[in-house]
Structure formats: C-alpha cells, structure tokens
C-alpha cells in the first residue's frame, strides 16, 4: 500500500516553497517586470522537479504551473497563460468525482488550511491515461493574513505503486494459499480470502480472533510452543503441519509456513506466512497407512482363525497320545509294544509339528502373551534340559549345562517362554549336530537395581550355517537350505518362534556360526530378582504323586477324556467316580462324600461354573468345603477368574497333562490351592455371540430417519481410522490416557449405531486405559479391528444405500 | 417464524451428527461444534443460540467447565444448557445440576428422551405446512 504519511511531508514541504517563491516572482514582476537572475534559475529548478506544482489565483485562474503539473493535469498553453482543459477530472480513491469546490486548492483557499496526503485520481476523458496522484493544496495569505490570494497545489505521480499495489491485491486475492499475519497475542491482523476456502471462516471475521482457536484443541499446545521459539528468535522459519477444524466440523490438514514479522524498527511484532490445505494429501497418506493396517489386520485375523483351532486340534491329538500311554502300562507282546511305541513317537512329532504351526501362527496373531510368575532357574532349567537328553543320548551328543554362580537362583519372568525358546534352541542344535555335543551357558548379561537380563548361549558343534544365511534364519519358513528341510524335517518355524518370543521377552537374539565347525545361538531375556519366598510359593511339586489315595469325582461329558482321567487316576491308586454333567455332579456329592472334584466347564445340561456355584450354595453353613480342580479347555484368562470366582479352587488345562494334574491335586489334597499354569493357549475373549451391529436399534437412535442413518454410518466409516489410528500410537508408546479417550470416543460412536461388539470392546480397552498396562490392551485391540472390520463393511453397504 | 438455534457441543462426530439429525427433524437449527472452546466461542455471539447441549467429554476443557465458564457471563448465564455423557460415572448429572445444568442425559442418546428434553428447555417453532 502507498503510504500517504511518508510522501504527503515532502510534498507538502515543497508545495509551500513553490508557493512562497512563485508569491516572490510574482511580486517582483508586479514592480519591475523582469525577472532577475536568481528568479530564472529559480523556475528552472521547479521546471525540473518531478513533483507537479501548480499556482492557482483565488478566482481558480492558473498563475503557475511547472512541467510535471502541466503534464499531469494536461493543462494547455504555456508560462503564465494556462488553461485547464474541459475534459478534466479529479476523482476520490473510490472513483467519485470531484466538483469545482471539492478540490483541494478550493477547500484550502476557503478554509484558510493546508490539505494534505490526499489520494486522487487524475482523468482526461480517457480511461487509458488515468494517474493517480498524492495532492496537497496550501493557501497564500495577503499580507495582512485577512484573504487567500493563491492556493498553491503539488502532487506526487503514484501511478506506477498503486498499480503494483494492484497487482500484489490482486495476487493476494487470487492465490490459492492463505496469507496471513497474526501479532503477539496469537490474533489474525490480517487474512486473504483463501482463508474463507480453507477453513469457512470468513477472513473479516476471523480478524482479531485468537489463531489458536481454530485448530483443533490437541494441536493448540504443540503449534503455540513453535510460534513461541519464531516470535523469540529461535528460529528464522517454521514449517508446520497442525489440523484445523474447518466450520462444517471436519478436520483439515493445513501446512504453515511462518516467519517472524518485523515493525519498522526492526522489533519482532507477529509471524506472517501462508498456509495450504495438505488434506487430500494426508487422505491418501492415511488410506495408505489403512490398506497397510487392513491389510496387517487381515493377515492377523487368519493367524487368528489358526490360533483358535489349537485346541480342536490338540484335544484328538492327546486323547491318543494319552489312549497308547494307557496301553504301553498293561502287558503287551514285544512287537505290540514296538508297533505302539511307534506310534507314540509319531504322535510325538506330529504334536510338536502342529505346536510350531500354532505357537507362529499365535504369535503372527499378536496374541503372545508374557506371562511373569517367580520360578526357580537351576531346577527348572535341569527338568526342561532332562526332557531333551534322550535324543542326545540317542545321537550320542553330549548335552552339559552350565549356570554361572552370580546368576540368581530365583528370578521372576516368564518362565514357559524362557523354556520354550532354550528346549527349541536346544532341540535345533541336537537335530543339526551329527558328532560331538551341545553346550548351554546361561550368564549374567546385565543388572540393574530394577532388573536383570540373562544372556543363554547354545553351542553346538555342528554342520554350521553360511554367514549368508544368518539374518533370514530367524524368518518364517526358513531353513539355511530348502534341502535341509528335506534332510533333517520340521516345519523350519522353531527359530523365527524363538526369535519372536525372545523380543516379546524384551530381549535379542542372535548367531555365530563357522561352517563345517558349529554354531552358538545367543540371546538376552529381561527378568527381575525374586525374593526366596515367593519362588518357592509356585515352585512344582516335584513328587509327581499324590501320598495318599483319594476319592475322585470326575465330573466330564467327553467319553474320551472320562476315560484318560480315569486311567491316570486309577493307576496311581485313586478312586474314580463318573458323572457327565453338573447336574450329576451335584447330586452325586449331595450322596457321596468326595476327597476332589475334577470338573469340566463346559458340559450340555449344566456348565461346571453352575454346579460348581450350586455345591459351594449348599456347603455354606456346613462348614465342609470339597475341593473342586476346573478343567478348561483353552486357559483363558477369564475363564481362570471366573473358575475362582464361581469358588473352584484351581484349574488345570485340557488336554489333561499328568504332572499338571498330580501337582494341582498333590496342592488342593494338602489344604492349599494351586494352579496350574498353562503353556499353551493365550487369551481369547472373541465376543462372537455379541451382534457387530443391530441395524433396528440403529434406525431408531436416528430417529427412525434413514437418510440420518446413511449419513451416521458414512461419518462413523470417515472418522475411525483416526481413533483406531491414536489407539495404535497410544499402545505402542503406552500413553494410556490417549488410548482411554481415544477408546471412549469410539465406545460413544459405536454406541450411537448400535454396534455392540465395537462398542464393548471398546469400553474394555476405554478401562485399560484408565487403569491397565499397555500389553494388557494389544489381545483387545486385535479383536477391536477385526469387528471394526466387519462393521465397516456392513456400514458401507448402508452408507452406499440409495435414498428411497 | 425464527428459528430456534441450538449449539450442539460434542467432538464425536457420529454423535453430534446423531444429535443434529434428531434436532432438525424435531423442527430446531443445530449449529454442530466440536470443543469447547468453540462452543464459548458460538455461545457469545449474536444471536445467541436458543439453546446449548454440552457433552462432558470434549478436548480443551470439559463440558462442565464449559457450563461453568457460560454461567458466569451474562451474556450466556439464560441460555438453557442439556448436559450428555457417554461416560459411567455416576455423580455427573448431580454435578452437572449444581453449576446449572437443566437436563442431562446418557449417552447412546435416545431420540424420544431429547426430544422430550429439548421440549422442555425450548419448544421447536411450529412446523411449516
């Protein structure tokens, strides 16, 4: 813009030094009529001034005018005779004519004052010629000060800044970027209209308004602490992407780019930029990351589906595993023994086959669940190494294991997978070593005050594997050589379980290896200390029989499983009563008096958490209390709370394990209860009976409207992926106050479509958040997208519907 | 005839798309915002709105500071103000009454319970024939 302030002093400077000298000419020509020297060098120098001057008398008359006011006003004739044309106008900024009087000269020669700074516009019938010009306009008083007898006009041609002030208002209007200015206090001063096509807010009155208040309120912290290190000089530029709320509601990405803006004396007085909606792009960001999660979500969901037939399958497995076990005890032919051997150790296979498929295929579903419990190292490691000396033995490999001394005895962690990842390591190496041995070292790799890390090397002095190999061997479905898998068998799944569980476990894994000279694998497991007491609280009963002879209620509607129970029961010298149902069971020991009940939990004609509730109703008062063992088919967490709940007083898992059994019974016969851990399935709380949406409750929460519920179901498809996304961020970096409100808003949205299974979910991972630990909330939030999933597609096929 | 305003404050969108849906139907003008400081914002400006329901749990304060804050200025103290809250806990709509709330509900919203509700607070214009 022209800044009317700066030039008008000059020109009003000079108009009254023309005006004052023209006085003096004229006077001098009045007395001598010639002009002197001085005079003639005087008008030589206003002929040469670029600023117009103009002489009027009070009759309007033109006394003077020097050559830029002669071409500006285009006056005709020359020296003292001049004449303004017809054709000329003077106009406001604005394009309002100017009559006669309303001229400057004529407004200072009635008011006796100076005008200054005016903004005019300068016509001569043609709109090509037009200037605009800065005027002022000074009277010359008579001697006596009582009249004007001249007004003396002087104007600056600013034709060419105000066209190029044009020029930058009409950029300024035009683009497609926001420009903008804000002062200290965070408040726009000035917005072009981009900004009503950005945000829907008017630039005018979004003026003055707090800048702030138009992002979206988890934005306004992080964006004012950027403006903050501008405005302080921190920084020269910023560029920041923040989410606007843009006036229909919807969220806008927006990119600023801000600099720190400067008054005239250089102080610091707002930031000044541009600003660009980025949304399409951060759209098709998001889409990609969705199709990415869909597609993760996807391949989870099918590991899922694998993980839940685990124990379809390993329910038949031990059921014959357990059957020829039965067998192999009674007296047999030699070659029926060797037959059913066979076949034992074919089931053998077969099952560890099937747990590798299921254990990767569980932890492909994220459902590896760390499980921390107190145990004892040295005892447990020598059980777990026992089970393998066999097949050394076989192969005839040394197997030593060595603990350091400085490495704690009772240490808190997860034991089973801690087992699972030596046994398989180990396992691995007696498979691949053909001569020598192979040697377990478990040493101290850190410690802190909180914790401590153990560092296990498996040494093998086997075939080696090629340097080449070493980082794909912790892959899926890798074997160093696709030939090995021919030559040596198994499913080429047990290192990438073992690399899987041993980051679960907070820790790494790793490989030295030399061909033809044998491998080491490495790796670090987090544990904490444990105090003496509570690992000998769940050490196991290392007598694998109960002393004494118990009278045993066996409480199973599976005639398979009746009669593995029966057969490991009965051979320890326990007696064994049947009954197929918790009805049974309650009557049987409203009858009889039982040492133990082992019951089943899910049975037709009553569930074990029934009948369970029913005898502990009836003992109440009695004083008696029979112990009763549940018996659950795939360990759930819930499941165990709802057993202790009911008042069972523990569980052991499905298939039945003897050792499990006789500790759980060897704790519960002795007067304290004991529980049995699993070291199969993880969690599973799929709610498959909860609808994923109830399209009738739908309609009418929205009023019985369908076009609100087409409209309903397209916002809830929109915003999703956005909470889904924060819950995600939220679990990973454990900020479980985002995760809860993210979890909340989704819980509140779901509920306003009827959709139960997302809105449970979502209320449960909504309670983690308040009160949970972050892996407590990943089993959840698998589920949560898989019935997400599900119900997108059902919302997309409302929101898709036509409008009747 | 005017219209009669309500300012609907909930940052879920489903929800407040669900809230304004119902009121349209029922004859009102919802202005949807989606935080409180908006929700200040729309509540001092001319004209004001007939009406204000608040959901207690928004970004940049709750909706409880918010009533607050809108009781104390004279400019929104009058304005009838129906609380919503998807959350559990049960002492919300006694706090809720306290700093001046005249009707509050739990959230999923039913669509009879508001409209009765927003009977109370303003009736809708008559409906056009």
Same mark, same amino acid.
């Given at each position: ?5 700066? #030039? ?9 030094? %023309? ?77 309002? %004519? ?113 800048? #702030? ?9 992080? %964006? ?129 086959v099937?747990?590798d498929v299921?254990d990767f295929s569980?932890i ?46 009772? =240490? ?12 398989n =390591? ?50 899926a479905f890798t074997q ?10 198994g499913t080429g799944l047990g290192l990438t379980i073992a ?109 074990? =958490? ?33 057993? #202790? ?63 609100? %519920? ?95 | ?129």
């Amino acid at each position: 813009m022209i800044s009317s302030t700066a #030039l008008a002093p000059i020109a009003l400077g000079v108009g009254i030094a %023309v005006g004052a000298s023209v006085a003096r000419l004229a006077g001098r020509r009045r007395r001598r009529g010639k002009a002197s020297t001085s005079d003639r060098l005087l008008v030589a120098a206003y002929e040469a001034l670029s600023c117009g001057v103009v002489v009027r008398n009070a009759d309007g008359s033109i006394v003077y005018s020097n050559r830029a006011g002669r071409d500006l006003l285009g006056l005709l004739g020359d020296g003292s005779g001049l004449e303004t044309p017809g054709s000329l106008r003077l106009y406001t900024e604005r394009g309002v %004519v100017l009559t006669a009087d309303e001229w400057p000269t004529e407004r200072a020669r009635r008011s006796g004052l100076p005008v200054h700074g005016e903004l005019l516009r300068v016509g001569l019938g043609d709109a090509g010629t037009e200037r605009w010009i800065l005027a002022d306009a000074v009277p010359l008083k008579s001697d006596d000060g009582a009249t004007v007898e001249r007004t003396v006009l002087s104007m600056v041609d600013v034709t060419a800044q105000r066209r190029a002030e044009q020029q930058y208002r009409t950029i300024v209007d035009t683009v497609g970027e926001v420009i903008y200015q804000m002062n200290l206090n965070g408040c726009w001063t000035f917005l072009n209209p981009a900004w009503k096509t950005v945000t829907g807010f008017g630039a005018r009155e979004s003026l003055g308004s707090e800048s #702030l208040s138009f992002l979206v309120p988890e934005e306004r912290g992080p %964006v004012a602490a950027q403006f903050r290190r501008l405005v302080h000089g921190e920084l020269a530029h910023q560029r920041v992407e923040a989410r606007f709320r843009h006036r229909d509601g919807s969220e806008r990405w927006i990119e600023i780019h801000a600099r720190a803006a400067r008054d005239a004396a250089g102080r610091v007085s707002g930031t000044s930029g541009t600003m660009r909606d980025i949304t399409d792009r951060k759209t098709v960001e998001a889409a990609e990351r969705g199709a990415r999660a869909a597609a993760e979500a996807s391949s989870r969901a099918k590991s899922e589906f694998v993980a839940n037939m685990s124990h379809e399958i390993r329910t038949p497995m031990n059921g014959v595993g357990g059957m020829l076990d039965l067998v192999l005890d009674t007296e047999l032919t030699s070659e029926q023994r060797e037959h059913l051997e066979l076949a034992k150790s074919s089931t053998d296979s077969l099952l560890t086959v099937i747990n590798d498929v299921l254990d990767f295929s569980k932890i492909e579903a994220g459902r590896v669940v760390i499980d921390v419990h107190p145990f004892e190292l040295r005892d447990n490691l020598a059980d777990a190494i026992a089970s393998l000396r066999p097949r050394a033995r076989h192969k005839g490999l040394e197997l030593e294991v060595e603990v350091d001394a400085d490495v704690p005895d009772s =240490l808190v962690g997860d034991w089973a997978r801690l087992r699972q990842v030596v046994v398989n =390591l180990v396992a691995n190496a007696i498979k691949f070593t053909a001569r020598g041995g192979v040697h377990v070292r478990i040493a101290l790799h850190a410690h802190e005050s909180a914790g401590l890390a153990l560092h296990v090397a498996v040494r093998d002095t086997g075939i080696g594997i090629p340097q080449e190999k070493h980082a794909a061997i912790f892959e899926a479905f890798t074997q160093a050589d696709t030939s090995t898998t021919r030559h040596y068998g198994g499913t080429g799944l047990g290192l990438t379980i073992a690399a899987r569980l041993v980051e679960a476990m907070g820790g790494r894994i790793w490989l030295e290896s030399e061909m033809g000279v044998g491998s080491t694998f490495h790796f670090t497991v987090n544990c904490a200390r444990g105090s003496d007491h509570s690992a000998t609280r769940v050490r196991p009963a290392s007598q694998p029989s109960v002393a004494r002879s118990l009278n045993v209620l066996v409480v199973e509607d599976n005639a398979v499983n009746q009669r593995l129970a029966v057969g490991l029961l009965e051979r320890r010298g326990h007696r064994v009563t049947l009954a197929s149902n918790g009805r049974d069971a309650v009557d049987a020991t409203a009858r009889d008096s039982f040492d133990v009940v082992l019951m089943d939990v899910q049975m037709p004609v009553m569930g074990g =958490l029934e009948a369970t509730t029913l005898i502990r109703a009836r003992e109440r008062g009695s004083g008696r209390r029979i112990p009763i063992i549940a018996v659950t088919a795939h360990a759930m967490r819930g499941d165990r709370a709802a057993c #202790l709940e009911a008042g069972m007083d523990a569980y052991v898992t499905k298939p039945i394990n003897a050792d499990e059994l006789f500790r759980v019974l060897n704790g519960v016969s002795a007067g304290q209860p004991a529980s049995a851990r699993s070291t199969g399935d993880t969690p599973d709380d799929a709610p498959n009976v909860v609808p994923v949406l109830d399209e009738t409750e739908f309609l009418r929460l929205a009023g019985g409207d369908p076009a609100l %519920v087409r409209e309903l179901a397209a916002i809830f498809i929109d915003e999703y992926p956005r909470l889904v996304q924060t819950m995600r961020g939220a679990i990973e970096q454990g900020d479980m106050a985002a995760l809860r409100d993210a979890a909340h808003t989704l819980a509140g949205a779901s509920g306003s479509i009827a959709a139960p299974a997302v809105r449970m979910t979502a209320k449960r991972l909504e309670g983690i958040g308040r009160a949970g630990a972050a892996d407590d909330a990943r089993a959840p939030f698998v589920l949560l997208e898989t019935s997400l999933a599900a119900l997108h597609a059902r919302l997309d096929v409302i929101a898709r519907r036509d409008a009747v | 005839m005017a219209p009669v305003r309500v300012l609907v404050a909930d940052d879920d969108r489903v929800v407040s798309a669900q809230l304004c849906g119902i009121l349209r139907a029922a004859g009102y003008s919802p202005m949807p915002v989606f935080d409180s400081i908006q929700a200040i914002m729309f509540a001092m400006r001319d004209p004001s709105p007939n009406a204000i329901i608040l959901d207690v749990n928004m970004p940049g304060g709750t909706g409880l500071e918010t009533l607050r804050k809108l009781r104390m200025s004279a400019k929104t103290m009058h304005i009838p103000v129906l609380v919503v809250t998807g959350g559990t806990d049960p002492n919300v709509a006694e706090t809720a009454a306290e700093i001046g709330a005249d009707d509050f509900l739990r959230k999923p919203i039913e669509p009879d319970a508001l409209r009765e509700a927003m009977v109370k607070l303003v009736p809708p214009p008559p409906a056009k024939r």
